[in-house]
């Protein structure tokens, strides 16, 4: 046997072959065998081999049970593709200062404060495949014992259908970036200098967060106002004998009494009696916002 295939790689040129039955010195076909059945070992049996593994490719591609579980897997994935690679931002600076002190945190709150439903929805959609992806990947490897990740490395120990399914699998929809470009470009426009940052899904929405926290710091500044009734404020006054608790100078006295948050509403003082006082208008404007956390207000 090994005599005979040794033999056959020996092999001369074709039109050898073709021409003469013998060639002798050349080729020695093992006994009994003639030019026919040498051609046909050669390229029969390939060929017969080829035709069976498309037969067995079409088998696999129409019933084979993984690949017909993976395509419905990859049906049912159903990434949301609408969403782009690469956001593109660009600001113009008005002073190389200014684009030193840059603050690009500072630039993606604004724009998602302008536009919190656009970014709220992109950040969701790259969120839910990524949530999508390692679910497809967990659901790839219990039924191909394979991690989607080497997808690209199709083994040629790998049976059939696990190399067909392999050349199925669902690339991840990349996360988007956003960048930003800060530009500052001298009076001429003889020089130009640049920064650049990128921020990913996780930073975006941590922006996004603090976008909410000011949303609810808003509301809760709205809510707190609106609790200052007609009747509370006669209440403090009342209670502080209708005097300025600074200067103690009364409406009498020609100044005009108001009724001041201790800790201001905007650094989150809350409308009750213990953080309310009677000040006079003088007082009040003097103190505006300023609160001292250890010292006298
Ligand atoms: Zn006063």
Redesign the pocket.
């Known amino acids: 046997m090994l005599d005979m295939w040794h033999n056959l790689l020996s092999v001369t040129p074709w039109r050898d072959i073709l021409s003469e039955t013998e060639i002798p010195g050349v080729v020695t076909l093992p006994d009994g065998w003639t030019v026919e059945t040498f051609l046909l070992a050669v390229v029969g049996i390939p060929l017969a081999l080829l035709v069976l593994h498309f037969v067995r490719v079409i088998l696999i591609t129409v019933s084979g049970r993984k690949y017909r579980a993976l395509r419905a897997m990859n049906q049912a994935c159903a990434f949301d593709r609408g969403i782009r690679e690469r956001y593109e931002y660009k600001v113009n600076l008005t002073s190389r200062k200014q684009l030193e002190r840059y603050d690009f945190e500072r630039f993606f709150l604004d724009e998602y404060t302008r536009n919190p439903q656009a970014f709220g929805a992109v950040l969701e959609s790259a969120l839910n495949n990524e949530k999508k992806y390692r679910k497809y990947k967990a659901d790839v490897e219990q039924l191909l014992g394979v991690k989607p990740g080497e997808a690209a490395k199709v083994r040629f120990f790998d049976p059939l259908e696990v190399k067909i399914c392999k050349r199925h699998l669902l690339k991840p929809v990349p996360p988007p970036i956003f960048h930003c470009t800060a530009e500052y470009v001298s009076p001429k426009g003889k020089t130009s200098s640049t920064r650049t940052a990128d921020f990913n899904v996780k930073q975006m929405e941590a922006i996004g967060k603090q976008y909410k926290r000011n949303v609810d710091f808003q509301a809760s500044k709205a809510y707190q106002r609106s609790l200052m009734t007609d009747s509370l404020r006669y209440d403090i006054m009342k209670r502080d004998n209708f005097r300025?608790v600074?200067?103690g100078?009364t409406a009498k006295e020609g100044?005009k009494l108001h009724v001041d948050h201790i800790l201001p509403v905007a650094k989150g003082g809350k409308t009750v009696p213990e953080n309310l006082r009677t000040?006079?208008d003088?007082?009040n404007l003097g103190k505006s916002d300023k609160y001292d956390p250890k010292g006298v207000n």
Request: glycine letters at 0%; aromatic letters at 0%; hydrophobic letters at 35%.
């Open positions: 300025c600074l200067c100078r100044v000040l006079c003088q007082c």
